[in-house]
């Protein structure tokens, strides 16, 4: 480009989830080459810079939900390297904030919450899952 010259870009940045066959990369992948398919048949100028997969396992389950004190996290399998656990409230604000070396399960106190729905965040590096629970 020349000094003073304009250029437009535009940019889609998505995602999804497939809640029936749980294979969520392969309809990320199918719904990417759909968006490029009307950008390419519009524009003529479209390109993908990746995808990425996502290093914790998509799939931990928290119980008993509703709960009163004692909160179980369970990953299904172990995640490695630094994991960090947060429960977070409505409004964003993190209450609890628990750092782990490699991560299976664990059992979280939220006795002192109080009643509401809240939020449990699991992250290892650029990854992050989240998940609602109810404080009773």
């Known amino acids: 480009m020349q ?3 304009v250029d437009e870009l535009e940019y889609a940045y998505v995602s999804s989830y497939d809640s029936i066959t749980n294979n969520s990369l392969g309809k990320l992948d199918a719904d990417v080459q759909i968006l490029k398919s009307i950008y390419n048949s519009t524009l003529n100028q479209c390109s993908v810079t990746g995808i990425k997969k996502q290093a914790i396992n998509n799939v931990f389950t928290i119980s008993p939900n509703p709960t009163n004190a004692l909160l179980n996290i369970n990953s299904g399998k172990a995640i490695n390297g630094n994991v960090k656990i947060e429960v977070i409230d409505a409004l964003g604000k993190t209450l609890i904030s628990e750092d782990y070396k490699d991560f299976n399960q664990s059992t979280i106190n939220v006795g002192s919450l109080s009643s509401g729905i809240y939020f449990v ?6 990854n992050a899952i989240t998940k609602k629970f109810i404080k009773e």
Request: glycine share 22%; proline share 11%.
């Open 121 to 126: 965040k699991i992250s290892s590096g650029d």
């Open 3 to 5: 000094p003073g010259a």
